[in-house]
């Protein structure tokens, strides 16, 4: 069973802080890692995405991956209230799929 | 780039009928759809992954008889619920990987998602 594992929350930071997503994988054969954002209500919307271990940054985010730890984790700089939402982890596993594995989500909540 | 529309975005109906929803790559290719169904609170599930012009791969416990999938072409999936009951109230939501993407094959874009309530 292919597992994608986050803790659930709720994450509070207070604005202006770095507020830090972490995500664990079982398959060590795991190619591709995304971190989707959803508001409440609305469908996830694509953020980053990473392949290669090491630290991928764009703005405010910075995604990291440690593939002997099975381990992916997501930055926000400078949180704002607007980033207040589900975070999920997802994960291709092998080649030759498309299919992603979703976590559960992570609630993030912005403290103004 | 990488848009995906569903139709409707909402949508009330009786118990014993079917609904359409239908989804839409905008502005590109889309060689596999999935198909996702998400209840209030909880994560994504997936229902099924459809491929352009072949038939649609069920999850496990996905009843492919209630929910009919068909990929007719390369921007269009849609998901026929049939004989709708209550308890297939949810959040459908579609996501399309963009075909020939040689960098970033595995990126699911989501569509808005459509919000079905079964009376």
């Known amino acids: 069973q292919k597992e994608v594992e986050q803790n659930s929350g709720p994450l509070s930071v207070p604005e202006g802080a770095i507020a830090s997503l972490n995500c664990t994988y079982s398959d060590r054969g795991s190619q591709s890692f995304f971190w989707y954002r959803q508001y409440s209500g609305k469908s996830p919307e694509l953020i980053m995405f990473?392949?290669?271990?090491g630290d991928k940054e764009d703005g405010r985010f910075t995604a990291q991956l440690n593939k002997a730890s099975q381990y992916v984790s997501l930055l926000i700089r400078d949180s704002q209230p607007s980033d207040s939402a589900t975070y999920l982890c997802?994960?291709?596993?092998?080649?030759?799929?498309?299919?992603?594995?979703f976590g559960k989500g992570t609630k993030l909540s912005v403290i103004p | 780039g990488a848009v995906v529309s569903q139709h409707p975005s909402r949508v009330i109906c009786k118990s014993g009928t079917s609904v359409k929803i239908e989804c839409r790559s905008l502005?590109?290719?889309?060689?596999?759809m999935f198909w996702y169904r998400q209840f209030p609170k909880k994560s994504l599930m997936l229902m099924a992954t459809s491929n352009e012009g072949s038939k649609a791969t069920y999850e496990q416990g996905v009843e492919k008889d209630k929910f009919l999938i068909n990929h007719a072409s390369l921007t269009l999936s849609t998901l026929t619920v049939t004989s709708a009951h209550p308890e297939d109230s949810s959040f459908y939501i579609c996501?399309?990987?963009?075909?020939?993407?040689?960098?970033?094959?595995?990126?699911?874009?989501f569509g808005p998602g459509t919000r079905l309530t079964v009376l």
């Open positions: 996501s399309a990987s963009l075909a020939g993407d040689l960098f970033f094959p595995d990126t699911q874009y």
């Open positions: 502005d590109f290719q889309a060689t596999t």
């Open positions: 990473i392949y290669s271990n």
């Open positions: 997802a994960v291709k596993y092998g080649a030759g799929s498309y299919q992603l594995t």
